[in-house]
C-alpha cells in the first residue's frame, strides 16, 4: 500500500479528539434536561466554539488593554468564559509539535497534563 509509519501521536490525538466529544455531549445531555432539543444542541455548539475561541479571545483582550482601547467590563466577561468554560485550545496536539517550549516534556507527561 502507501507505507505510511503509524505513530504514537495518532493515538494521541483521537484520544484527545475522545474528551472533546464527552465533554461536548456532557453539556448537550445536561441542557438537553433543561430546555427543548434544539436550544440543547445550539447551546452545545456555542459552548463548543466558543471554548475553542476562548484562549484567544483572552489574549485579544489582554494585547488591546495595552493599547487602552478596550473596555475593562469586556477584559472581567473574557476572564470569567475562560475560567468557566472547558478550554479546548488545550487539547489540541498542534500546540505540543509547534511550541518550542513544550519540547522539555515528555508524551506521557503532556497528555496527563491536558486530561487532569
Not at 473596555?71 to 488545550?90: A, K, V
Amino acid at each position: 500500500m502507501h507505507n505510511i509509519p503509524v505513530e504514537i501521536y495518532y493515538f494521541q490525538a483521537i484520544l484527545l479528539s475522545y474528551v472533546k466529544i464527552l465533554v461536548v455531549l456532557s453539556f448537550l445531555i445536561f441542557f438537553s434536561t433543561l430546555v427543548s432539543p434544539f436550544l440543547s444542541l445550539l447551546s452545545s455548539l456555542f459552548i463548543y466554539f466558543v471554548s475553542h475561541a476562548s484562549a484567544f479571545m483572552l489574549f485579544f483582550t489582554k494585547m488591546r488593554k495595552s493599547n487602552e482601547d478596550i473596555n475593562p467590563f469586556m477584559e472581567y466577561i473574557m476572564q470569567f468564559i475562560y475560567y468557566i468554560l472547558p478550554n479546548f485550545h488545550d487539547l489540541s496536539m498542534k500546540e505540543y509539535f509547534l511550541s518550542p517550549y513544550l519540547s522539555n516534556y515528555t508524551d506521557t507527561h503532556f497528555m496527563l497534563s491536558l486530561i487532569a
